[in-house]
T-cell receptor, first 114, second 112 residues
Framework: GESVGLHLPTLSVQEGDNSIINCAYS??????FIWYKQESGKGPQFIID?????DKRQGQRVTVLLNKTVKHLSLQIAATQPGDSAVYFC?????????????FGQGTILTVHP | KAGVTQTPRYLIKTRGQQVTLSCSPI?????VSWYQQTPGQGLQFLFE???????NKGNFPGRFSGRQFSNSRSEMNVSTLELGDSALYLC???????????FGQGTRLTVV
């Protein structure tokens, strides 16, 4: 049948602003979460991860927040730069025998204007 | 340290043909996972291999298969290609399958 393209959420910010990208997940058994950045023509690039026993983790210019109560994940990018423009994906992995299997969100398009 | 390498980068095949894609993981990584990325379905998990064994499989038809060699390099094969198989095929490597997963650049497959 005819496939329907995903309509990705978009976020447009000015250079230097802080960006917040949100992600909702549905699997209560998910215990590991990763944020990826994907630029056109490239594979997803690992940004930061967090395990379910934490609610916040910081990296260089990035912070991931995890709210297990409402099954919500967010990525905060400080002082956003034009090079941050890309599609951002959250991915989740459940425990047990779910080896190597990440379930991806639909993605968010971030556009940073100079 | 070299990243994940996928070959070839681009492929054009005809319906009904079969195709083999290759993935060399990061040195020391024993888990290799494969994903299909399309505009309509996003990123979808195909299967995962660890120490030459398939440990996990997604919801794809049996035309999609894979294998892993003793050096952790992995191949995936798609037989009897259909137009809908046109996609970016990505592989990801991790130490154990429960840790950070790093992706290659992907193989862009076009079926005509």
């Amino acid at each position: 049948g005819e496939s329907v393209g995903l309509h990705l959420p978009t976020l447009s910010v000015q250079e230097g602003d802080n960006s917040i990208i949100n992600c909702a997940y549905s699997n209560s058994a998910s215990d590991y979460f990763i944020w990826y950045k994907q630029e056109s023509g490239k594979g997803p690039q690992f940004i930061i991860d967090i395990r379910s026993n934490m609610d916040k983790r910081q990296g260089q210019r990035v912070t991931v927040l995890l709210n297990k109560t409402v099954k919500h994940l967010s990525l905060q990018i400080a002082a956003t730069q034009p090079g941050d423009s890309a599609v951002y994906f959250c991915a989740e992995k459940s425990g047990g025998t779910s080896y190597g299997k990440l379930t991806f969100g639909q993605g968010t398009i971030l556009t940073v204007h100079p | 340290k070299a990243g994940v390498t996928q070959t070839p980068r681009y492929l054009i095949k005809t319906r009904g043909q079969q195709v083999t894609l290759s993935c060399s993981p990061i040195s020391g990584h024993r888990s290799v996972s494969w994903y299909q990325q399309t505009p309509g379905q996003g990123l979808q998990f195909l299967f995962e291999y660890f120490s030459e064994t398939q440990r996990n499989k997604g919801n794809f038809p049996g035309r999609f298969s894979g294998r892993q060699f003793s050096n952790s390099r992995s191949e995936m094969n798609v037989s009897t290609l259909e137009l809908g198989d046109s996609a970016l095929y990505l592989c990801a490597s991790s130490l154990t399958g429960d840790t950070e997963a790093f992706f290659g650049q992907g193989t862009r497959l076009t079926v005509v």
